[in-house]
């Protein structure tokens, strides 16, 4: 799993990422990425102030992940959900390295069930480098 701060869970999340996201494709994987924008940022704690109530310093968001694989992928649940856990476990491999701030759909194509976790690592790699997500990029 990943840590609860790094998941993209919330439809209106997803929807919001699919509208407004960059689209980067590559072979059987499709990123959808949008930086977050500042109202959504400091919906955070509010520091007391002597004459007025201001918000805290701004500090970017952890960047959120969330994986979809349809069922056009494959009919079995067990095949989806083990692509899941591949790509989940890339995405940890890559967690440390990525910018701040960010929301990313991960959509899975069919034809994914003959990749393995190595080629899914580096697809992702390749692909989050390409919207300039990774640190380094």
């Not at 990525?98 to 692909?127: H, M």
Request: aromatic share 6%; proline share 6%; with cysteine.
């Amino acid at each position: 799993m990943l840590p609860k701060a790094h998941r993209l869970k919330n439809r209106r999340d997803f929807t919001a990422t699919y509208k407004y996201g960059i689209r980067r494709q590559g072979g059987k994987l499709t990123l959808i990425a949008r930086k977050r924008r500042r109202s959504e940022e400091n919906k955070g704690p509010y520091k007391q102030g002597k004459a007025s109530i201001e918000p805290a310093p701004a500090k970017l968001p952890p960047t959120r992940i969330g994986i979809s694989v349809s069922q056009k992928v494959s009919k079995r649940s067990v095949v989806r959900n083990k692509i899941k856990r591949q790509i989940r476990a890339a995405v940890r491999e890559l967690l440390p390295r990525l910018s701040a701030g960010w929301d990313i759909a991960i959509v899975v194509r069919p034809g994914a069930t003959e990749c393995n976790y190595g080629q899914f690592l580096q697809k992702l790699e390749q692909l989050l480098a390409a919207l300039k997500v990774l640190n380094g990029h």
